[in-house]
């Protein structure tokens, strides 16, 4: 079992920045943001191998950059220039310890989820 608590979440004008903190305790794994808004279903934002690979989705590429920090099981989400869209819950997700084919921007790539922090973008 692997236990996500995500933190940092808040309300900002566009244009400004926010940080995004999901600890995992006792776990290295592949790991992911996701987010959803209302009305719309879940979708990637980023995620990041043990090795540190990266991948985004193309709404948040150059604006967002995914990082773990392995010696306190902390995976962040910098994400600067932010636009009013990028309004959502945003979840932290680890991958867990499987087998298959990872697909990093995939809902079902991961077994574990947090329980989000809202992120909100105004106008």
């Known amino acids: 079992q692997v236990q996500l608590v995500e933190s940092g979440g808040g309300s900002v004008q566009a244009g400004g920045s926010l940080r995004l903190s999901c600890v995992a305790a006792?776990?290295?794994?592949?790991m992911g943001w996701f987010r959803q808004a209302p009305g719309k279903e879940r979708e990637g934002v980023a995620a990041?191998?043990?090795?540190?690979?990266?991948t985004y989705a193309d709404s948040v590429k150059g604006r967002f950059t995914i990082s773990q920090d392995n010696a306190k099981n902390t995976m962040y989400l910098q994400m600067v220039s932010l636009k009013p869209d990028d309004t959502a819950m945003y979840y932290c997700?680890?991958?867990?310890?499987?087998?298959?084919?990872?697909?990093?921007?995939?809902?079902?790539?991961?077994?574990?989820w947090g329980q989000g922090t809202q992120v909100t973008v105004s106008s």
């Open positions: 997700a680890a991958r867990g310890f499987r087998r298959d084919i990872w697909l990093p921007l995939s809902i079902s790539a991961y077994n574990y």
């Open positions: 006792g776990y290295t794994g592949s």
């Open positions: 990041i191998s043990p090795r540190g690979a990266s």
